[in-house]
């Protein structure tokens, strides 16, 4: 039910807190810019001008990303800057190497689209997830109740010009019931039109700052659509601000541990002999765990099958390379596998509530204890949607949700010229895939420093504060002039409050697949003969490159379902 209805285009940017392009820069000239300003608000970032000069960014002036955020100059650069860090590694484990970069821009433009590029077997798009070789994880996503589905949206409240992104999360009845919404409704309302109405009816009988509170109370996912300045001004937008983007620190409370070499093994990719324990759900710590399979790293990903999870990540890349277990941490025995795996393990990437798995003794005293009592340090880095500190640290959050919170979706409102402070979801699920590279560069550089001075370090990352880097002052927005050049490139469609995010980002890849050769072209891609979800398996490659291939990142085995593998210790390297 997308609106008609617009107003004239401002000129004094997309609202309060922005800062816009005064001279277009082609985006791989505008991400060697960019790439200056991150290194150097990266503590501990590489000076080395071999390396920062070393990185080739190449492709399309234009962007590919609708809107006039630089979602795609940011994580190319969050790609090189990992590309960066695994030179760095290469060179401590004592190879030589080519110090060169090579990130095309346009690759890293469909990254965000990952979950969506997938082929099998001549199958792409929604079909995939019908497919039988596909499992289910949410039966109440795929029961086709509009309710369940409108549940995630964006609305008016009774405030004037504030809307709030609602957010279904794992339990969408949860949080309907709040606004009177029951199961009962289900029967009636049988149109996702219909449903969206009736939320909005409901949404605007409350305020803003009621219903902030209610999903607080009941410990539920949302936000008020801030402007990017409204959310720099609130605490919590400042407890974020606080911290660098590439967040992590040594845990100077731990015994001195000697720095530990890379293990010595034939693989020659920069995190060959890593191990890694994949704790997450959902999108961006799956993809920070691909993106450390896709460097050499030995991932083991723990599920619970007696939880949700989303499917779309399982035939993509996000499921690339690594071992896929299924563990119950209310039975003894899989209590007990799970700290085999922690004793055993460089890292633990954990994407779950911040500081819910403490309860279950897997927080990050506990992994520290472990790494104390073996005498070698540990790598725990916590995502999540609001950051590490903050009265709304601990809250559940998604992509949409920062999306809100941060400015995004102010911004993207505004660029439709939209009335100000009615939100409209960014194209693709951004911040969740790009969170996901800069999780694994986080991690990354506390291994480099690990291997350098010793010790276990302690990292985060988040939603909102990858959100908060694109709408910096410093990065800038994209003029309108360009923000319709790349609209009549393309010829995107409109979009308005009540848009799903898997639809809209498969309309986009209808315009990128009807209006270029952008999907089209084979060299974004990677296949896996005989996977278990087909024969051919087609799916977004690494988007780092190397000069020397045997050094530059790739999976070697194809994606597999959640819980998958039987339960097995890491490899002894």
Request: charged fraction near 20%; include cysteine.
């Amino acid at each position: 039910m997308a609106s008609d209805a617009r107003k004239q285009e401002s000129q004094d940017g997309y609202g309060p807190g922005t800062v816009v392009d005064t001279d277009f820069l082609p985006v791989p000239a505008e991400c060697c810019r960019l790439l200056r300003i991150l290194a150097a608000k990266t503590p501990g970032f590489t000076k080395d001008e071999a390396l920062l000069d070393g990185v080739v960014f190449h492709g399309n002036d234009l962007p590919c990303i609708p809107g006039p955020i630089k979602s795609q100059a940011v994580t190319a650069v969050l790609h090189a800057m990992v590309g960066i860090v695994g030179l760095e590694i290469l060179h401590l484990r004592g190879i030589n190497t080519t110090p060169v970069t090579y990130i095309d821009v346009d690759h890293a433009g469909l990254y965000p689209a990952t979950p969506a590029l997938v082929n099998v077997d001549g199958h792409t798009g929604p079909s995939i997830l019908k497919l039988p070789t596909v499992p289910q994880w949410d039966k109440d996503r795929a029961s086709n109740s509009p309710l369940v589905y409108r549940a995630t949206a964006i609305y008016e409240t009774a405030d004037k010009g504030v809307w709030f992104q609602l957010h279904g999360s794992l339990d969408s009845w949860k949080m309907l019931a709040l606004l009177g919404i029951g199961r009962d409704l289900d029967a009636e309302i049988r149109t996702n039109d219909a449903a969206y109405t009736l939320i909005q009816e409901r949404v605007r009988t409350h305020r803003a700052r009621e219903i902030e509170q209610l999903m607080v109370e009941k410990g539920l996912s949302g936000s008020i659509v801030f402007s990017p300045e409204g959310w720099r001004q609130t605490e919590m937008g400042r407890s974020l601000s606080r911290h660098p983007l590439i967040n992590y620190r040594q845990q100077g409370q731990c015994p001195k541990l000697e720095p530990p070499a890379f293990p010595e093994v034939d693989d020659k990719r920069p995190l060959a002999g890593i191990k890694v324990v994949e704790l997450v759900r959902i999108i961006a710590g799956t993809a920070a765990g691909a993106a450390l399979a896709s460097m050499g790293a030995e991932v083991i990903r723990v599920n619970s099958s007696k939880l949700k999870d989303y499917t779309p990540a399982q035939p993509s890349s996000l499921m690339a390379g690594k071992i896929t277990i299924d563990l119950d941490l209310d039975e003894p025995a899989d209590h007990g596998k799970l700290i085999r795996l922690f004793e055993q393990a460089d890292v633990i990437l954990q994407g779950y509530r911040l500081r819910s798995l403490e309860r279950r003794g897997f927080g990050l005293q506990a992994a520290l204890r472990m790494a104390n009592k073996r005498g070698k340090g540990i790598i725990y880095v916590d995502e999540n949607c609001y950051g590490p500190d903050g009265y709304y640290a601990e809250r559940p959050g998604w992509q949409q949700v920062a999306d809100a919170a941060a400015g995004s979706s102010y911004v993207m409102g505004q660029s439709f010229s939209y009335p100000p402070g009615q939100g409209v979801l960014p194209s693709l699920p951004i911040s969740d895939m790009s969170t996901g590279i800069l999780t694994a560069l986080t991690i990354m550089c506390a291994l480099r420093d690990r291997a350098k001075f010793g010790g276990s370090y302690h990292g985060h990352s988040s939603l909102t504060a990858y959100n908060m880097v694109t709408l910096d002052p410093d990065v800038r927005l994209y003029q309108r002039e360009i923000v319709r050049k790349i609209n009549d490139k393309y010829q995107f469609p409109a979009w308005s409050s009540d848009a799903h995010v898997a639809p809209l980002y498969y309309s986009v890849l209808d315009a990128w697949d009807e209006h270029s050769d952008l999907i089209k072209n084979e060299k974004y891609y990677v296949h896996f003969s005989n996977s278990v979800f087909g024969s051919d398996l087609r799916v977004l490659a690494p988007v780092v490159r190397y000069a020397e291939q045997e050094y530059s990142p790739r999976w070697k085995s194809p994606p597999v379902p959640f819980c998958h593998h039987q339960f097995t210790d890491f490899s002894q390297a």
